[in-house]
Nanobody, 119 residues
Framework: QVQLVESGGGLVQPGGSLKLSCAAS????????MGWYRQAPGKQRELVAV????????????VKGRFTISRDNAKNTDANNTVYLQMNSLNTEDTAVYYC????????WGKGTLVTVSS
């Protein structure tokens, strides 16, 4: 089992920045990729960014050049692994609940953190 806890959401003005964190615990040695998804009101959940255990990244076209995903791999499997999402130049269309996910034997999800971009 893998547990994921997101943090860092909040209210930000257009053009501002936020950094989300997702702490993974449990069977983290089995994780081969972690990522961020988001779901805006009335819309389907969509991929934002993903990073593999080897460090390869992939981004949705809508966030390329503005968002950066990174991962802090713990050497000790009993420690937490943390994935970050640095979000810059935010606009109102980025308003959504952001979910962290981890792919291992199955897909795990965090409970989400709300990001609101508004003036």
């Amino acid at each position: 089992q893998v547990q994921l806890v997101e943090s860092g959401g909040g209210l930000v003005q257009p053009g501002g920045s936020l950094k989300l964190s997702c702490a993974a615990s449990g069977s983290i040695f089995s994780i081969y990729a972690m990522g961020w998804y988001r779901q805006a009101p009335g819309k389907q959940r969509e991929l934002v960014a993903v990073i593999t255990s080897g460090g390869r990244t992939n981004y949705a076209d809508s966030v390329k050049g503005r968002f950066t995903i990174s991962r802090d791999n713990a050497k000790n499997t009993d420690a937490n692994n943390t994935v970050y999402l640095q979000m810059n130049s935010l606009n109102t269309e980025d308003t959504a609940v952001y979910y962290c996910n981890a792919d291992a034997q199955k897909r795990y999800w965090g409970k989400g953190t709300l990001v609101t971009v508004s003036s």
